[in-house]
T-cell receptor, first 111, second 113 residues
Framework: KQEVTQIPAALSVPEGENLVLNCSFT??????LQWFRQDPGKGLTSLLL?????REQTSGRLNASLDKSSGRSTLYIAASQPGDSATYLC??????????FGAGTRLTVKP | KAGVTQTPRYLIKTRGQQVTLSCSPI?????VSWYQQTPGQGLQFLFE???????NKGNFPGRFSGRQFSNSRSEMNVSTLELGDSALYLC????????????FGPGTRLLVL
């Protein structure tokens, strides 16, 4: 079964800290991987999309990496701010057109 | 450019009833996907429509169905509602499909009593 796992489930850090969120997947035959943030009761906002041929993508303070051979992706957030507090989800689109979401990491950045 | 809109935002139904949810994609987007989000199961893919055709389908019973119109607007229907159908239903749009960034709407929160 093609699973997506996110660890940790929750993370609390002081403002200004750099942090890494993890996403692992069970099958390396992926088409792409996307990171989203979700604020309470809201829809998802796309942060970064990494195609299977890419190793990383960057947007502002965010950097996402992809290692298909090890089945892992990381989302690096630099100089975290209270406004970064949200749940972060990764979604993997497998080559067989099966899309799977992780359960998310709930991030709290304390002022 | 207006974002993805979903109507209604909140809905309360009773078991056995049926419900129709609507999603209007970003102008120019032809792919619309539907997802169910619950505390227990997380986010699960329901189906994807492109140019009025269902292109991909998740593992949900036949009570869940959808359609897409020529203007790319999409509707999702759930018949014979069960308590377990209570969830946040999200739709997302993109220009041509999953190979691109997905833009999500705010969701419709359905409560089945």
């Amino acid at each position: 079964k093609q699973e997506v796992t996110q660890i940790p489930a929750a993370l609390s850090v002081p403002e200004g800290e750099n942090l890494v969120l993890n996403c692992s997947f069970t099958d390396s035959a992926i088409y792409n991987l996307q990171w989203f943030r979700q604020d309470p009761g809201k829809g998802l906002t796309s942060l970064l999309l990494i195609q299977s041929s890419q190793r990383e993508q960057t947007s502002g303070r965010l950097n996402a990496s992809l290692d298909k051979s090890s089945g892992r992706s990381t989302l690096y957030i630099a100089a975290s701010q209270p406004g970064d507090s949200a749940t972060y989800l990764c979604a993997v689109l497998y080559n067989n057109n099966d899309m799977r979401f992780g359960a998310g990491t709930r991030l709290t950045v304390k002022p | 450019k207006a974002g993805v809109t979903q109507t209604p935002r909140y809905l309360i139904k009773t078991r056995g009833q049926q419900v129709t949810l609507s999603c209007s994609p970003i102008s120019g987007h032809r792919s619309v996907s539907w997802y169910q989000q619950t505390p227990g199961q997380g986010l699960q893919f329901l189906f994807e429509y492109f140019s009025e055709t269902q292109r991909n389908k998740g593992n949900f019973p036949g009570r869940f169905s959808g359609r897409q119109f020529s203007n790319s607007r999409s509707e999702m229907n759930v018949s014979t509602l069960e308590l377990g159908d209570s969830a946040l239903y999200l739709c997302a749009s993109s220009l041509t499909g999953w190979g691109e960034t997905q833009y999500f709407g705010p969701g419709t929160r359905l409560l089945v009593l």
